[in-house]
């Protein structure tokens, strides 16, 4: 499902990469001779390499963010529940905030400091 969903996002900065590659060195491989892929290959695809892995990277780290996103959402507990709205989840922030002994206490002198910003 996420594949599907990156795909367009990948095909389209792509398809924009190859559409920057230099009208006048296309032109020039055609007048020497070079057939419709040889100029591909020999010009389009060196030009549009490092747009080429930057757009594969943008559309793999969304994939990453939606999938993480959903994960935080649903549960970082490794058990199948069957029924996910039912049982109630839990955020990693919810996890970590309980740790800490003065989250709880906004009074806590600590606590103010860091919130405005006073340290020492």
Not at 48 to 77: D, N, Q
Request: charged share 10%; proline share 6%; aromatic share 6%.
């Amino acid at each position: 499902m996420v594949a599907m969903m990156v795909t367009p996002i990948i095909c389209s900065i792509i398809r924009e990469v190859f559409s920057q590659a230099p009208v006048g060195e296309r032109e020039g491989a055609h007048a020497l001779g070079a057939t419709r892929w040889g100029t591909i290959r020999s010009v389009v695809l060196p030009f549009c390499k490092g747009g080429m892995i930057g757009g594969t990277m943008l559309g793999l780290g969304r994939a990453l963010g939606e999938t993480i996103g959903v994960y935080m959402i649903i549960s970082p507990v490794f058990a199948i529940q069957p029924h996910i709205l039912q049982s109630g989840t839990s955020s990693v922030s919810s996890l970590i905030a309980p740790q800490y002994g003065e989250a709880g206490n906004p009074q806590d002198s600590r606590t103010s400091d860091y919130v405005n910003g006073r340290f020492g």
